[in-house]
């Protein structure tokens, strides 16, 4: 069964640091994609970051120059880390891994997490 389970969000001031974690488990995290989302109130969700297996890494560009994503394949975790927070970074935070390949049933996957809520006061 695989499971993607946040943590660290929470409420800061504007300009503040939050480092967001994202620990999977039932997948070979070494050879997947991770990814971060958010999702504001009435907004649709959109793409944070992305980093590769081999390390590549993408993001959106609201974020650019002040997130940094990041992972560390002997904890199976993946990192956002989040600097000079501004209010419209508040969301919900989605951690993803979008093309998990099952052998038996030769199919791709995508899977998310439950969120985790990143508050930035002004």
């Known amino acids: 069964q695989v499971q993607l389970v946040e943590s660290g969000g929470g409420l800061v001031q504007a300009g503040g640091s939050l480092r967001l974690s994202c620990v999977a488990s039932?997948?070979?995290?070494?050879?997947?994609?991770m990814a971060w989302h958010r999702q504001a109130p009435g907004k649709q969700r959109e793409l944070v970051a992305i980093?590769?297996?081999?390390?590549?890494?993408s993001y959106g560009d609201a974020v650019k120059g002040r997130f940094t994503i990041s992972r560390d394949n002997a904890k199976n975790t993946v990192y956002l880390q989040m600097s000079s927070l501004k209010p419209e970074d508040t969301a919900v935070y989605y951690c993803?891994?979008?093309?998990?390949?099952?052998?038996?049933?030769?199919?791709?996957?995508?899977?998310w997490g439950q969120g985790t809520q990143v508050t930035v006061s002004s």
């Open positions: 993803n891994a979008p093309l998990v390949y099952h052998t038996a049933q030769k199919s791709f996957s995508n899977y």
């Open positions: 039932g997948i070979i995290f070494s050879v997947n994609a």
């Open positions: 980093i590769a297996s081999d390390g590549t890494r």
